[in-house]
């Protein structure tokens, strides 16, 4: 029974911490930007803390809780193989809004495709900083090839952050 709520504590404490550090970032673009950025208001704020629970809880089940046995073994590996699908995707997510510059995308589409874009990327760069301080916590060494990968995703998706607000301004709108 007390293993049961340790589990529920551990993952309690990895959704608060990613939420914690996805509020960070969300401050530390707007106070870049100014808070003059249409994506900068109160109400998506709390929407993409919301969203970003959701994610931090799915991410979390899926990848980074332990198996029934206990063994701790390949958390590591299995996380890694996640964040490689989600930085692909918002990789493959960028070409839409991008381009709507050449005019090949709708503008009213490319303008929230690229709302959800900056929400989603800078969600998963809390939840990946928070599963890289997850794991240092309990005491598995992130080493070699993963600790790339997990750098790379972090600045890979922290650009997309920085990429949609650019993009958003390069728009022509009507």
């Not at 990613?18 to 109160?42: I, M």
């Not at 803390?49 to 958390?75: H, P, Q």
């Not at 939840?127 to 750098?151: D, H």
Request: one cysteine or more; proline letters at 2%; hydrophobic letters at 60%.
């Amino acid at each position: 029974m007390a293993s049961g709520n340790k589990e529920i504590y551990k993952g309690i404490y990895f959704v608060l911490l990613s939420t914690l550090l996805a509020g960070l970032f969300f401050l530390l673009f707007g106070l870049f930007y100014g808070y003059e950025h249409p994506f900068f208001n109160l109400t998506l704020f709390l929407v993409f803390l919301g969203a970003n629970l959701i994610l931090s809880a799915v991410v979390y089940t899926v990848s980074i809780r332990d198996d029934k046995n206990g063994r701790s073994m390949g958390i590591t590996v299995r996380f890694r193989n996640t964040l490689l699908m989600l930085v692909a995707a918002l990789l493959l997510s960028v070409l839409f809004p991008a381009s709507a510059i050449l005019g090949l995308y709708p503008l009213s589409m490319a303008m929230f495709h690229l709302l959800i874009l900056f929400c989603a990327s800078l969600s998963l760069s809390a939840v990946n900083l928070s599963a890289v301080v997850f794991l240092w916590r309990n005491g598995t060494v992130v080493k070699g090839f993963n600790r790339i990968v997990f750098a790379f995703a972090l600045i890979i998706s922290l650009g997309i952050s920085y990429t949609t607000l650019y993009l958003f301004g390069v728009l022509p709108v009507s």
